[in-house]
């Protein structure tokens, strides 16, 4: 797994296209850095910057773009909405696939360091990098702003992490941590910059200073948009997970409205997760007792109930942060071949993709096939009286669809590393103990992919009876293949999982999955009859 970190530099300035321009280009150009998104704003004079690589590329990556900054950004001028202390304001590392935690807490302390070397200006940690805790919130460090630092600067207790305890006027000063990922949420309102501030005191969790928090995890402030000629309630979700972005939405109108305020929309800055969309989508099909399958749909949903193309259009392929992240992938993936190429590749003297990868395709077509079933009864006139139930049981055929098509080339990749394994040298008894243990590793992989596409075939049979017995007539046939296609999965699991299972030293491991496998594949065989029988009945 390919190891990758995303950086997330704000600069103190959002106006000069040159200088934004310089700095993405001194992101771009630093080997093993790939930037996903620049987002700028004239009024908070600010542009977030979001790339990601591997660690060490990302340090020089930040550490190019400050360097830019220096030469370009004079804070003694600036001026703007968002709080801020310095030309390069924060720079905050967060782990995205195979780094943990500390490993960006050695990438900020290791950026820190170099840029109060090199530049000679002071450096705070924060986060999960903070050496104290009163420093591991950044608007506890900021506080007082660039403005207040001379006399901070002085003071014991705000010695910076890195560099000397001087004001530089031109620079200011940098906070650089480790977190996890952060949500730039704004909402927009027609009141002024006051009643904007007064509904972030309201919701953030610092409320006003007196314990009156409503949302954990959240940091808020209220400022005008001269450009856009409104006001916002500008908010940092700090974990979507304990606060969700549809909550931090829904409490702001539920404030606007008491103080018979419009909201108009609202805003995403930088990237956004998948599943936080996912979930704000959930919430709203459940208010409004929706019926949405799609993710492209789904986001479409949060996009319009969000109001997140009020200010810009949102694109998600360029906001979402799954679908910029580079691939895992190490080789093209079988789900993006034509079908002609992917049966090309099964008849290629070659062994994988084999048995199981063609289980797991076929599996997933069985899958979508009662999910079609199930559409081409939902939603017509003469099905009406169906339409509850068939909101029930479509979702369970979509989502394995989408689960065993990714089996495909989990099963090749399974298949793949047991052969590299089996090329280890074994010369020494050395080699010979590390070749057996990868091997036995390898195995274990190649029997649970298998064992995985028969444990989400399963809990389908009961839908599928259901499917069968009230469904639309006219896709009799399809339920029927649907039916034997999934049988047929779990059967070439079942094989499968023993042909790498006899391999497998572990002899209680291997009873245990021996058993599993046989008692699935018996389910399989009987709830597929029972299927056919209800359908065959049907047909008469």
């Known amino acids: 797994m390919s190891r990758l970190v995303e950086c997330v530099p704000n600069f103190s300035e959002g106006s000069s296209q040159e200088v934004i321009d310089a700095i993405a280009g001194a992101i771009t150009q630093t080997p093993g850095c790939t930037l996903l998104a620049v987002d700028a704003g004239p009024s908070t004079n600010r542009t977030v910057y979001t790339f990601v690589g591997q660690p060490e590329p990302v340090v020089e990556g930040a550490l190019n773009a400050a360097r830019t900054a220096w030469r370009l950004i004079d ?4 001026q703007g909405e968002h709080p801020r202390m310095g030309a390069l304001d924060v720079c905050p590392f967060i782990p995205v696939r195979g780094v943990s935690m500390e490993e960006c807490v050695l990438c900020a302390q290791a950026f820190g360091q170099r840029l109060a070397e090199e530049l000679s200006v002071p450096v705070y940690l924060y986060g999960e990098a903070a050496r104290t805790a009163r420093r591991q919130t950044l608007p506890a460090i900021r506080a007082g702003e660039y403005e207040a630092l001379p006399e901070k600067l002085q003071q014991a207790e705000w010695a910076p992490d890195f ?30 910059k006051e009643q904007a501030h007064r509904i972030a005191l309201n919701l953030r969790e610092q409320g006003r200073g007196e314990g009156q928090a409503r949302l954990k995890k959240v940091q808020g402030i209220g400022w005008y948009l001269e450009e856009k000629n409104l006001a916002q309630v500008s908010m940092n979700l700090l974990d979507f997970e304990v606060t969700a972005l549809h909550t931090v939405y829904e409490e702001t109108c539920r404030e606007a409205q008491e103080l018979s305020l419009p909201v108009v929309g609202s805003q995403l800055v930088g990237l956004v997760p998948l599943q936080a969309l996912l979930d704000a989508a959930a919430f709203y099909c459940r208010k409004e007792n929706l019926f949405i399958l799609e993710e492209e749909h789904r986001i479409r949903l949060v996009v319009s109930r969000l109001g997140l193309d009020s200010l810009a259009p949102f694109h998600a392929k360029e906001r979402v942060v799954e679908y910029l992240v580079p691939s895992d992938a190490p080789a093209p993936s079988l789900l993006d071949a034509t079908l002609r190429d992917f049966v090309r590749e099964v008849g290629a003297r070659s062994a994988a993709p084999g048995g199981g990868s063609v289980s797991a395709a076929a599996a997933a077509m069985g899958a979508a096939l009662a999910a079609m079933a199930g559409r081409m009864t939902y939603g017509r006139r003469r099905f009406e009286h169906l339409d509850s139930a068939m909101r029930r049981l479509i979702p369970p055929f979509h989502e394995a669809a989408a689960q065993l098509a990714c089996l495909v080339d989990r099963d090749a990749r399974a298949f793949a590393a047991c052969l590299e394994a089996m090329k280890l040298p074994g010369n020494t008894p050395e080699e010979k103990d590390r070749r057996a243990a990868t091997l036995q590793e390898g195995l274990r992989e190649a029997v649970a992919v298998p064992l995985m596409l028969a444990e989400t075939v399963s809990p389908l049979w009961p839908v599928l009876r259901e499917l069968a017995v009230c469904g639309n007539l006219a896709c009799l046939s399809d339920l029927q293949v649907a039916a034997k296609a999934l049988e047929m999965g779990v059967y070439g699991a079942y094989f499968n999982v023993l042909t790498n299972l006899k391999d497998v030293t572990d002899e209680p491991f291997r009873e245990l999955i021996h058993q599993r496998v046989s008692s699935l594949l018996q389910e399989a065989k009987s709830q597929a009859a029972q299927v056919l029988d209800s359908l065959e009945a049907r047909r008469k």
């Open 75 to 78: 804070m003694s001028r600036h």
């Open 163 to 192: 560099g000397p305890s001087v004001f530089v006027p031109c620079w200011g000063a940098t906070v650089t941590g480790a977190r996890k990922f952060l949500i730039a949420f704004n909402v927009n309102l027609l009141s002024t």
